[in-house]
């Protein structure tokens, strides 16, 4: 399961039971399938399936395939693949630029000042937007 925008967790699109030759996979199934009935899905939403599989004998996993390209041309069809990829591609962009920034203000800031404002932060000395500030003033220049 992923978080989604809102930092809520989001239901896998497929769940999988491997090694459905053990015990246990009754159960496994019925609570996987009770969570699913208790979820605030849309009525046109894509329901995740519940699939047994025991991979090592190939068991279920042709219909586990069925079910992955089922998905996708679901995902195409309403256009969520696209919007995921978007998603995807945002948060991808936002990390690099977190990641330059703090490469860039380490370059500005010294070890021992970073470590300084790191402890001032921990010792409730400073908050963490103004150690921040501190950190990045350079970062515009």
Known sequence: MQANKAGLMEI??????????RKGVEETHRDLEQMLELSDLADDAWRPPVLAVVATERTGVPELWDT??????????TGE???????RLREELREIVARRL???????VTPERWSTLQADVLDRRLDPWAAADEMLGGVGA
């Open 102 to 108: 703090e490469q860039r203000a380490r370059e500005i």
């Open 12 to 21: 896998a699109d497929v769940f999988v039971i491997n090694k459905a030759d």
């Open 68 to 77: 992955v390209l089922r998905h996708r041309e679901h995902l195409v069809a």
């Open 81 to 87: 693949l696209a919007a995921r990829r978007e998603f």
